[in-house]
């Protein structure tokens, strides 16, 4: 791995599941691991659910803007996690890939996608702990 190494989440919108597993990672790695998300088709905002969700968590990624994946950041990533959403990504040798299966927030109500959070909360947790013990 990279040091610090860099993780990439992925789906398709980059506005959901994504941004919420990125702003996790980050907020617990405390700057110890680079953390990217990136969608095939980008949404033009993040899902307000979303925002509302992390924010009551202390995170604030009202002023994200979904983004494009490249195969520049594939390539730059150590590990890289699709969200159960059917993206596909580039494959490079080398790298770790990961699909999580989980609910898309899409239409859901801000208890719902609480709950989506909370899940992907814990994996961000496990991964990061795998992360720093390799």
């Keep these: 791995m990279s040091i610090p190494p860099e993780v990439l989440f992925v789906c398709v919108h980059n506005a959901g599941r994504s941004q919420m597993a990125a702003a996790l990672l980050y907020h617990h790695a405390q700057g110890k691991i680079r953390v990217r998300s990136a969608g ?64 898309d927030p899409a239409g859901k109500t801000v208890e719902e996608v609480r709950e989506i959070c909370d899940e992907i909360d814990q994996r961000v947790q496990a991964l990061l702990a795998e992360i720093q013990t390799s």
């Design 40 to 103: 095939s088709a980008p949404a033009d905002t993040i899902n307000l659910a979303v925002v509302t969700a992390l924010a009551e968590r202390g995170l604030d990624v009202s002023q994200e803007i979904p983004k494009k994946l490249t195969n520049d950041a594939v390539e730059a990533a150590d590990v890289v996690i699709t969200m159960g959403c059917g993206d596909a990504c580039p494959v490079f040798p080398g790298k770790r890939y990961l699909d999580w299966e989980l609910d």
